[in-house]
């Protein structure tokens, strides 16, 4: 700051000043100057305090401000937030959508926070020349479907309420081509599906009727088939603009609350008073992107029996749980028939965890450092319940998906700046049994 030199230039003239002594005052010009000097001295003092005021308030909160000792989880100073809407009424049956525009064209996109990018089929985006961008591929495991296309830099226009808006600029997979391969190892199969083991190839999808936006973070470990499930692709960490007027950098906190209303984009003190917090531990690419986080830590027991610690995935996209112990650790399963066989299964039965079973899940631990947690009872209906339970090969690390139905119990909110992922009851998480989901059918015809 250079307010020394203009301090000594002001002094400079101060004390040349040969101007006429007042009429009527005595000439002390000595004196006269000393009180000028010492006004000057108080104005600049406090205009440097203000100064030093209004820059701690607007850039003390800041990442890159390391040495000012600053709480980098505190709030106070973010005062942007946008609110999104859900189409429809959040339910347990479908993943719920949000309105956007893509390159001149409306679509309600499936929001799904168990994944990490945008998919739109090329028909659908037919002024987009996909050839220009960077062949890349998703394979989704909770519904078999691979997707394979090219990488292009899009704006995304998310629509609020009252004609409102807020534009994101992210990569979007234009699919080129799609099928359902149950067969697929995401590990070794690096986006190709190989012939079918047990019959014919798979059925090309309808490419005009994918739409789906992956907004979840930490799928992006080697082996898990999302290669581009990295930041840079999550258009929810990417706010530009709100409303057409650009953000400036740092105005808005990175991040979201999500909830049965909807989504808040942005992070404030308000829109998360009330949450716990849970610490994320750094994803893969977090030394080159800082908003890279893992998924959060969790564990759980089997009728009371038990701690299976790992990792958890509050996913939207899904309406059943995944749950896989340890090695060692059994789980109480049971054959059933297959809801889906045979239009869209070969296997007549399935394995399911057995009703009765219960699971109690805490985060990120099941003891008194757990900040939150929730108890079920496979095939007991109540509005946290998944529609049914999937146990997974044993293999560590644990790991459970919770499926949508969690959100019914809680609010969550995801801070990309602090790393950390917030839990807040909506009631005492075991509410009042009520009509819950039972297994359904599925369809190839679902925009995914």
């Known amino acids: ?27 002390t010009p000595q004196l006269f100057t000393k009180l000028h000097t010492h006004r000057l001295e108080m104005a600049i003092s406090i205009f440097t305090l203000l100064f030093l005021y209004f820059f701690y308030s607007r850039y003390a909160h800041t990442e890159w401000d390391d040495g000012c000792g600053c709480d980098k989880n505190d709030l106070t100073y973010y005062r942007k937030t946008f609110f999104l809407p859900y189409v429809d009424k959040f339910k347990s049956e479908s993943v719920p959508l949000m309105k956007a525009t893509i390159n001149g064209s409306d679509f309600k996109l499936p929001m799904d926070t168990g994944s990490t990018g945008v998919l739109i089929g090329a028909p659908l985006l037919p002024d987009v020349d996909a050839s220009k961008g960077k062949p890349s591929y998703e394979y989704l495991s909770s519904s078999n479907i691979l997707y394979n296309g090219n990488l292009v830099d899009l704006p995304i226009t998310f629509h609020g309420e009252k004609k409102t808006y807020v534009t994101a600029t992210v990569p979007v997979l234009v699919v080129e081509k799609s099928v359902k391969c149950p067969w697929y190892n995401a590990e070794v199969d690096n986006g190709v599906c190989p012939p079918n083991p047990d019959g014919p190839p798979p059925t090309p999808r309808d490419l005009s009727k994918i739409t789906y936006m992956g907004v979840g973070f930490g799928r992006n470990k080697p082996g898990d088939g999302q290669p581009n499930a990295i930041p840079a692709a999550n258009p929810f960490l990417n706010i530009g603009s709100i409303n057409g007027r650009r953000l400036k950098a740092d105005e808005l906190r990175t991040g979201y609350t999500l909830s049965t209303k909807g989504v808040y984009l942005g992070l404030t003190s ?179």
Not at 6 to 21: E, L
Not at 22 to 27: E, H, L, M, P
Not at 328 to 354: E, I
């Open 1 to 27: 700051m250079a307010l020394p030199n203009m301090y000594d230039v002001v002094m400079r003239k101060m004390h040349s000043d040969n101007s006429p002594p007042i009429k009527g005052v005595k000439s």
């Open 270 to 448: 308000r829109n998360t008073h009330d949450f716990v917090w849970a610490d994320l531990p750094a994803g893969v690419t977090h030394d080159t992107d800082p908003r890279d986080w893992a998924m959060v830590p969790m564990c759980f027991s089997l009728n009371d029996e038990g701690n299976n610690c790992g990792s958890a995935l509050i996913d939207t996209g899904i309406n059943q749980m995944y749950l896989r112990t340890d090695v060692g650790v059994v789980t109480p399963n049971v054959t059933v028939k297959n809801p889906k066989y045979p239009k869209y299964s070969k296997n007549k039965y399935v394995t399911r965890v057995k009703p009765g079973t219960k699971i109690a899940i805490g985060f990120p631990s099941n003891d008194e450092k757990g900040v939150a947690g929730y108890i079920i009872e496979v095939g007991k209906k109540s509005p946290v319940a998944p529609a049914y339970v999937v146990p997974g090969k044993q293999s560590p690390p644990p790991f459970v998906n919770t499926g949508r139905n969690f959100i019914f119990g809680w609010d969550v909110a995801f801070d990309a700046i602090g790393g950390r992922f917030g839990f807040r009851p909506t009631s005492p998480p075991n509410m009042p049994p009520t009509e819950g989901p039972e297994e359904p059918e599925e369809s190839d015809e679902e925009s995914h």
